[in-house]
């Protein structure tokens, strides 16, 4: 029997840029189930009472953590509609731009449609350097930590910090990003604030002991997956959903060839023979 | 350096670090205000100077493309092209405001496109890598290519649309055990945290300080 | 229909430029790694920039002057990029170091060390509790043993080699082994989900915003 030769990597990365064009001109709008991991973190998030004060926080890089956007846009719809309130802490360097983004997508702002007021239901702050030792300031004494606020506008002059001082009041603590860990040792481990992330796929793997060890305080959903169920729930579709498209074609290719470099393998000893 | 300013330099740095770890401890786990106020206080000190090591790059960067432009090595005017966005890039980014729509805009564009082209064209890497390596000829890497396919395809929206039960067992693989070998990983890393924590208080491990000649 | 924005338009050149990688190194890649490297350094420079005027407001304002130290400290710590003057940022460095050594030495034994030896102890207690269904217990009983077996996996280098004993740490060490083989296939496959992603965000930078498809 003829051997089936070995495949260049231009071959392999040629058909999978057709799969990735074919779902993007004729999306396949593929189903997928819920889950109950992201069906409990959304009504965590219902049963809050009004008024709640919602803290967008981490650390990571907008290139990994836009994986996490999905999850986290339906979610700051969601919680514009509950009549709850936000404050970021970006402690990260682009983590301010990420922010921005999230709310800028999202369209809460009054400017954008929603109806969200800046200063008083939401508020952007500055890239706060330093690590864990500057998330350990921002929650022990929020206002020494912090002065102004990403414009410039002194946090005194926004009534939204007007009751924010500490940890204390803090409801529950978002993180959109790769850095969830840190917020998990110490919001949570510190702090015993619950803490959710839509994490990434890959840190799904390695923050899933932290959730163990902190059941009913941490909560994960898984990649895009856990973000296209997050859109559904919030009546929503955007990234997460055209991702399934993606991966549904990608992930039939993935395991075809490795099935095909097995074969490959086992001709090529069968001919030596 | 004399000797005496030698082992002053070593000294200092040493009592600093004791100094700042220990009251970051007792801050924690003594309920005394001044403590609490000192640890604090060392916090927003920690931030503040770690505020200039943005610029660390800037001076790097700038060292090393100058002396490339100058002795005209490989790619020099890549290298002044990179020099000169960067002085543009400072100038319009303070005028216009770094949280600003044009800002935010312009990097987007830029660094942020780039940044997920770069880390979308692993798929591509990724899967010509596995059709190479998962060659299955020991247990061992059978084990690994099953469980890596086993959960792509638990992952796969058509597949668990009408089966929900498999999206149960990919929760299922990842909860129990994924979780429990990363759980190992974890609590070793932990302890080599902790441990390396140790050694620097009692100065065993220089590290970092090194880099100063701090030791 | 195609784009007129020209931010879209420079995103998508600098997309194709990067994805020229695929064909081999090129010119057009090389401007794109460029653009990359001016745009970060760029960035961290404004928010630097920034950043020390919102972190310095106290100062300015009187309202804590103490923070002049940090500040002075701060600008050392720059001079680490020169060996001959790199001694100066020592104190600035120690600083950060022993900050950091404290936070962690307490995170870590709280909750890696602590936090998930007493998941483990209370895994393995629900293992036996009569309340739990037959594929929890089950779950919970691979969670307490390939934990155990990857821990003495890692952490025991020295075991015997002769006897009864040498076979028990054979068959526990080789347990160990396969769960973390285990643990990273599925970390692998499941991390596929962040990689499929991210090249369908850049594609549809490309074919949906710049080409209108879709």
Redesign the interface.
Known sequence: MAGIPELKS?WI?GVLIVA??I?????LGVDFPDSPITNEIYDLIENLPEGSLIVMGGSGVI??D??SSPGMIACVRQMERLGYKLVTCPLG??TPQYHKFIIDSAKVDVSAGGSWVYGEDYALL??L?G???AL?AYLEDFK?T???DMR?I?ISELPIFDDFNNYEDIDIWICPHWGFVTI???C???YGLTAISFA???A???FS??M???PGQVYMT????GGAQYERLNDMKG?GH??QD??TI??VL?AGFIVLGNVTMVMKGEEEE | ?SATSTYV?TY???I??????????AG??FAYEPISTVSN?????????????????????F?RYSRSVMNRDN?WP??L???A??V???IW??MIG?YSTL?Q???????I????????????F?VSGMYRTFRIKSL?TA??????????FL?MPPLIAPFPALSTAAY????????????????????G??IL??R??LGIEK???R????D | MISTDP??W??AL??LS??S???GDNKFF?????????????????????????????LYTGT?L??I???I???L??L??WRQY????????????????????????????I??????IG?ASTIVAADASM?TKF??L??????IT??L???FTIFPRKGTAATAFDVIRDV??????????????????????????????L??LWLG??
């Open positions: 231009e990365w990735f064009l779902p993007a001109v004729n999306p290139a990994f836009i994986e360097s682009e500055p890239y350097p690590g864990t030792a350990v020494g912090v002065s102004v410039g002194p998990i040792r110490i949570t481990g510190e990434q796929s890959t799904y793997a390695f002991p932290y163990q060890a902190y898984n990649g895009y997956l990234l055209m991702v993606s991966y990608v992930s993935i | 350096m330099r200092l740095t040493r600093v670090v004791v100094v700042a770890a220990v009251a970051t401890l924690y786990y206080e060392l916090n927003i000190w920690s931030s503040l100077i770690t505020s200039f090591t943005l610029f660390v790059g800037l001076i790097s960067v060292a790619n890549f290298h092209y990179c020099l966005m960067i543009v890039w400072i980014g303070n770094m800002y805009t312009l990097y987007m564009s830029t660094k496109t780039l940044h997920i082209t770069i880390i979308g064209q692993l798929i591509f990724s061992r084990v690994f290519a099953f469980f890596t396919v086993l959960i792509v992952n299922w693989l990842l909860d129990n055990p994924q979780m429990a070998a990363a759980r190992a990983m974890v609590m070793c890393g932990g302890i945290g902790v924590g140790i620097i208080l590290g970092a300080l880099v100063t000649g701090g | 931010w879209i420079l995103s600098l997309s990067c994805f990688l695929l064909y090389r401007w794109a790694e460029t653009t990359y490297t001016a745009a970060v350094v760029g960035h961290s420079v404004v928010t630097g920039l920034l950043t020390l005027r919102d972190r310095l407001y106290p804590n103490l923070l130290i940090p500040a400290l701060g600008v710590s720059l680490v990029v790199a001694w100066m940022a020592s104190v600035s460095m120690a600083v950060l170091i022993g900050v950091n050594t404290g936070i962690s030495i307490r995170t870590l034994m709280g909750t890696d060390i936090g998930n030896t007493r998941a483990v895994e594929m779950g919970y691979i969670r307490v043993v390939f934990t990857a821990l996996y890692f952490l160990g082994k396969y769960a973390l083989i285990i643990y990273m296939g599925i970390s692998l496959g499941n991390s596929m989900q962040q990689f499929v992603g991210t090249a369908t965000s850049a594609i549809y930078r074919t949906g498809l879709g």
